[in-house]
Structures are given as structure tokens and as C-alpha cells.
């Protein structure tokens, strides 16, 4: 914001940053190798629905959209705290399919107007004991962030931060771990 | 080049830029007077803005103090955080400590210098009303306030207004009483006028900036949930309720109004052009036409 927006008091909805997304399936090389964790094949992207008939279309087109390919259809679901998640399934093996899938999700938002309304995107994985990691895509901080939930709403921080140490090299990381947002009961990553 | 639906009202930018271009002309013209006029006023000007830098400083930890607020950790308050988490990570900015004050009175109100030292208060009579999208309208349109400063520019634009209403208080017991000779209290008279004329224009001017920073706050909030109409259902149950509180309790929050959600006084001598807030109908207006500019196709 600028010395002349304050004084105006002209706040603008900050702008999504979308081409970041691209980078996961190396990542998840480097997630493979270093800890051995594999892709589930399900990602989701967590929108805010505005209200208005605008919004309501432009939501059903991007699910017939995505559902056109044959592959498994995508589950809308609103969480607690109003906000919308599109999950998305590909096989586990070809990451960067689900990552475009994900992509289609935010262009189509973007090039409606919509693009300050997207909040994040996560890519699950699974270690080899089974703990559940959601490589979370902030869209306004350009950066990511691992999530490992385990149960009664706890975070495995031991595991997030290893995580962290591994895709450094890969993904830029969110560096204020203030803004490593909660993602309770996040579709996909349960 | 992003298409965008999320735009600021220009009618509304100018308006207030008009405004805040009028107290400029007004503090410097003022000013410049007053060094003119007499040197020792100095002296009160810088106490006043020293008094109007604290002030400013410490909006936060007075304005919480006031309210008998306390800041809440995330584990006693889950929801409440749980809802900010989401709406700071949406508009990119720093969260707010976040606090809650246990009154009855239907309120909130964001204070501190900076983003970086802001403070989001709800009261738990606001909790107990509003529905959760009701909140999280009512959540977001604090911190558009945050985000714009307001804290910061409403300080600046009433800190010589308050010099003069200094001098228009105490001016004449302190300068008049000091200076002996008739010409020195013949020049002390023609200040102290000044005073109070400046103090007038001031305090309108800056109601009227406080009125357009909650129009702009309205905007920005309902441009981050994207649900104008939840914020404008918890306009109308606010003020609603506010007419049905006790008076007394109402009385005790007055001074802070210009930092709160919706003033907390009625009455028909609160009249509109010293209102510091505008009027429900036009805040409801405005949400309106936010809602139909989001639903019609780009």
C-alpha cells in the first residue's frame, strides 16, 4: 500500500500469485528422495465464494471444466469457516496433471475478477509411516508452507520443519511462520 | 494485466481527499499564524503534539485499557483466530493481536500505530449476537481499517484541532492572564478567535474524514469476505440492538467512538454532520452496490 492509498483510504485486495504452483512436482522429487514421502494424487484449491450469480457460474463452469477429462469429478466442499475447497484426484504418479488441474482452478477465478478471493492450495503426501503432509501454496505471499496434522487438531512441527529443511532448495518458504496457517480438517488431508 | 472487480469508489477518494487537502490548508494557515502571533504558543504546540504522538503511540494499549479488554492467545479463543488467520493470510497483511472486552455493548474497534502493532478488540455482546459470517464481516471491516491507517491519520488530522481547542479552552486564563499590557491582550483576544474558529472548521472536517474512513473500511472488508450482505445484516442487527442497551453503559464507551464498529450514542441532537459515523442507510446503500458489482459478469 502506498503513503497515498493510506491517506486515501483506498485499500486494494491484493492479487493472487499463481505461476509458483509449477515448481511442486520437483519438490516432490526432492520429498521422495530426502524423507520418502510419496503424492496421494489429491490436491485441493480453498477459495472465498462470493455472493452473487457471478461467482455461483463461473464456480459450475470450472467444475464441468475439470470434469470433462473423464477422470475422477472434483468434490466442492465449504469448511467452518466459509470458505470453499475444490478437491482434485490424478493418479499419484503424475503430479504435474494435478497441479495444471489446480492451475485451471485459479486462471479461471483470475481471469473472472476473482483472483483476490483465492486464500491457498495444498498437495497431500504420505510418508512411509503414514503421517499425513500437506504441501500448502499461500497465493497473496507467493511462498509455501508444509502442514502436518495430526490428531485433536495438533500440528507435527518436528515433521514440518524437517520438511521445511528438505524443499528449501525447491519452493520458496513462507519465512514468517506466524502466517503458517492452521488448515483443520482441510479436504484431502485427513 | 488481472481483470478486477475490486475497485475503490472514486467519488469517495476524491471526497475524502478533498477533505483532508481542506485541514491541511487550514492547520498550516493556522500554524503559520500562531508562530507569527506569539512565540511562546510554541511551547503549547509542541505539548499538544507531544500529547497527540502518545496518543497515537499507544492507541492501542489506551484504547484496550478503556475497554477493559484483554488479549486473547488462540487457544482461548480458536474460532475467533481461526477466522482472522484465514482473512489476514487473504489480504496479505500481519495479524493483529486479538482481544475481547467483556461488555454487553454490540461493538468492535481496531487500534495501534501500525499494522505491525494493530489490535483487533470484539466485545462478547458482539459475540453473542452475530451469526459467524455476520462476525467475520464485522472482522473484516476492522481490518481494513488496519490496513488503512486509519488510527495513524486520524491522529494527524485532529492534532492541531486539538491545539486549538486547547487554546480555545485555556487560552484566555493562561495568555490573558500573563500579558499586562493592552496590546498584548488585544493580540491574545485575536488568537484565541482564531482558536476557536479553526477548532470549528477542524472538528467538522475531521468528523467528516472519520465518516468517509468507514465507508472506505466497509468497502475494503466486504471486498475481502465477498459477502457485502453479511456485513450490512450485522450493520442493521448492531444498530438495532444499540437502540435496546442501557444508557448508561452507552455513555461510559463515548469516547470511543471514532475507533468503533457503530457509534454507540442516539439521540436526534446527533446530528449528522458531527456524526463519526455515516448513516446506517447509506452504509447499507453503499454494501449494495458492492454486492451487485460482485454478481454481475465481468
Known amino acids: 500500500m502506498t503513503f497515498l492509498d493510506a491517506l486515501l483510504g483506498r485499500s486494494k485486495p491484493v492479487q493472487a500469485n499463481l505461476d509458483a504452483l509449477f515448481a511442486i512436482p520437483q519438490a516432490a522429487l526432492t520429498l521422495q528422495a530426502g524423507g520418502g514421502f510419496t503424492p496421494t494424487g489429491v490436491g485441493a484449491v480453498c477459495y472465498r465464494a462470493n455472493e452473487g450469480a457471478a461467482f455461483a457460474t463461473l464456480q459450475g463452469d470450472v467444475q464441468q471444466l475439470l470434469d470433462a477429462d473423464g477422470g475422477p469429478a472434483v468434490e466442492r466442499s465449504e469448511d467452518s469457516y466459509g470458505f470453499t475447497w475444490l478437491l482434485c484426484r490424478q493418479d499419484p504418479d503424475d503430479l504435474s496433471a494435478l497441479v495444471t488441474e489446480l492451475h485451471t482452478v485459479n486462471r479461471t477465478l483470475e481471469d473472472n475478477g476473482f483472483g483476490p478471493s483465492l486464500l491457498c492450495s495444498q498437495v497431500g503426501f504420505v510418508g512411509p509411516d503414514g503421517r499425513t503432509l500437506g504441501v500448502v501454496y499461500l497465493y497473496k505471499r507467493g511462498s509455501f508452507y508444509p502442514f502436518a496434522p495430526l490428531a485433536d487438531e495438533r500440528r507435527d512441527n518436528a515433521l514440518e520443519l524437517q520438511v521445511r529443511g528438505l524443499v528449501a532448495g525447491d519452493l520458496p518458504i513462507e519465512k514468517e511462520m506466524g502466517r503458517w496457517l492452521a488448515l483443520w480438517g482441510a479436504p484431502g488431508l485427513t | ?298
Not at chain 2, 472514486?10 to 508562530?35: D, I, K
Not at chain 2, 484496550?64 to 488479549?71: D, E, G, K, P, V
Not at chain 2, 492541531?160 to 479552552?169: D, K, M
Not at chain 2, 472536517?205 to 475481502?224: F, K, N, P, Q, V
Open chain 2, 1 to 298: 494485466m488481472a481483470h478486477t472487480r475490486f475497485r475503490s469508489d472514486p467519488g469517495l477518494t476524491a471526497r475524502m481527499g478533498l477533505v483532508g487537502f481542506l485541514l491541511a490548508v487550514l492547520y498550516l494557515g493556522f500554524g503559520a499564524y500562531l508562530v507569527y502571533a506569539s512565540g511562546s504558543i510554541a511551547l503549547g504546540a509542541i505539548i499538544v503534539v507531544g500529547l497527540a504522538f502518545a496518543q497515537w503511540y499507544f492507541s492501542d494499549k489506551m484504547a484496550l485499557a478503556s475497554m477493559r479488554a484483554n488479549i486473547v492467545t488462540p487457544e482461548q479463543a480458536p474460532e475467533l483466530h481461526g477466522m482472522i488467520d484465514r482473512l489476514v493470510a487473504l489480504a496479505d497483511m500481519p495479524k493483529p493481536r486479538v482481544a475481547i472486552a467483556d461488555t454487553d455493548l454490540p461493538n468492535a474497534f481496531a487500534a495501534g500505530r501500525s499494522p505491525d502493532h494493530a489490535v483487533v478488540c470484539v466485545t462478547t455482546g458482539i459475540l453473542r449476537r452475530l451469526d459467524s459470517d455476520e462476525l467475520e464481516g464485522v472482522l473484516s471491516h476492522e481490518l481494513a481499517h488496519v490496513a488503512n491507517r486509519d488510527v495513524a491519520v486520524m491522529t494527524v488530522a485532529s492534532a492541531l484541532g486539538l491545539l486549538a481547542g486547547f487554546i480555545t479552552r485555556w487560552g484566555l486564563y493562561f495568555g490573558g492572564g500573563r500579558s499586562r499590557d493592552r496590546n498584548g491582550a488585544a493580540a491574545f483576544l485575536v488568537i484565541w478567535l482564531v482558536s476557536i474558529l479553526v477548532y470549528a472548521i477542524s472538528f467538522l472536517l475531521t468528523r467528516a474524514l472519520s465518516r468517509y474512513r468507514e465507508l472506505s473500511a466497509d468497502r475494503g472488508g466486504a471486498y475481502l469476505t465477498g459477502k457485502p450482505s453479511a456485513l450490512a445484516s450485522a450493520l442493521t442487527k448492531i444498530t438495532g440492538d444499540m437502540a435496546r442497551i442501557p444508557t448508561r453503559d452507552l455513555r461510559a464507551a463515548e469516547s470511543m467512538n471514532a475507533f468503533f464498529f457503530a457509534p454507540a450514542i442516539r439521540g436526534a441532537s446527533f446530528s449528522t454532520l458531527i456524526a463519526t459515523h455515516p448513516p446506517i442507510e447509506k452504509r447499507l446503500e453503499q454494501l449494495a452496490k458492492v454486492s451487485a458489482e460482485l454478481g454481475r459478469p465481468l
